[in-house]
């Protein structure tokens, strides 16, 4: 696949553009800045989640969280959307909230914003299926699509934490300046950090801009957004073959590239 018929995988028509979380396009239009692929050792909070809020699989998180009642978004969901893609997935992808077709579905990134991602995600010969996990920073929608609140997402992190711990990926990719600040503790804006390897918890996570911000900037210019992020993604499959064998790198490079 040449890489202008790469780029054209990510495209999308501009009546596919959803409407953007304000807070999220607020961090996502700083100044775009050329980023290390190193990996970096970042300060982290070990993992505390109480004993009482662990799970023993998968199964048992799901169930209690789809009866969840511990902060306000329970008041206004439809369904709690807690995961898609392969428990055994290597790569695990964190996005910040269910819009409405989440909401309607009980599943993550089944949106306009979903199917981008899954675009950039194929564009590099990722089966959505079976080689990623994806799931949301907070499980139930916030009204009108705002960004969750502090408290909701404090609430809800100890799912995410525990997600993270059953699924036990090598990779995690934060999309947008929500699920980074939830797992990082990052303040800087999305634009500063995406596309950098960093370190938490023996993992290797990389922030990248979330699919709403790609729909709402369509050039594919050097230095665009989605540009960045085809980038961001190329560099993710290299390290994700990296990691699986280098046996798998010659097939998947000859298959896939
Ligand atoms: S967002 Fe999380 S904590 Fe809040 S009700 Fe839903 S599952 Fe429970």
Not at 106 to 114: D, H, I, M, Q, Y
Not at 176 to 187: F, Q, Y
Request: aromatic content about 6%.
């Amino acid at each position: 696949m040449t890489d202008k018929e790469q780029m054209s995988l990510f495209a999308l028509t501009p009546s596919e553009v959803p409407e953007l979380p304000q807070a999220e396009e607020a961090s996502e239009a700083l100044p775009l800045k050329k980023t290390s692929r190193s990996t970096k050792a970042t300060a982290t909070v070990a993992i505390a989640v109480p004993v009482d809020e662990q799970f023993a699989s998968l199964d048992a998180l799901r169930e209690v969280a789809c009866n969840c009642q511990k902060c306000p978004l329970a008041a206004t969901r439809t369904n709690v959307v807690v995961e898609r893609g392969d428990r055994n997935a290597k790569i695990l992808i964190i996005g910040e909230a269910p819009g409405e077709q989440e909401d309607l579905s009980g599943l993550p990134f089944v949106g306009k914003s979903g199917q981008l991602l899954d675009k950039i995600l194929e564009s590099v010969g990722f089966d959505t299926n079976k080689d990623v996990y994806i799931c949301n920073t907070v499980k139930c929608r916030p009204p009108n699509n705002r960004v969750p609140t502090e408290v909701e997402m404090n609430t809800c992190k100890p799912y995410l934490l525990e997600q993270i711990r059953l699924i036990d990926p090598k990779i995690i990719l934060l999309t947008g300046a929500t699920s980074l600040k939830s797992i990082m503790g990052e303040k800087r804006g999305i634009s500063k950090i995406r596309g950098q390897w960093l370190e938490w918890e023996g993992r290797l996570v990389m922030p990248i801009f979330h699919p709403s911000y790609l729909l709402r900037n369509q050039s594919r210019e050097q230095g665009s957004p989605k540009w960045l992020t085809w980038q961001d993604v190329k560099a993710i499959k290299a390290k994700y073959l990296e990691i699986i064998g280098a046996d798998s790198l010659v097939v998947d490079e000859e298959e896939e590239f």
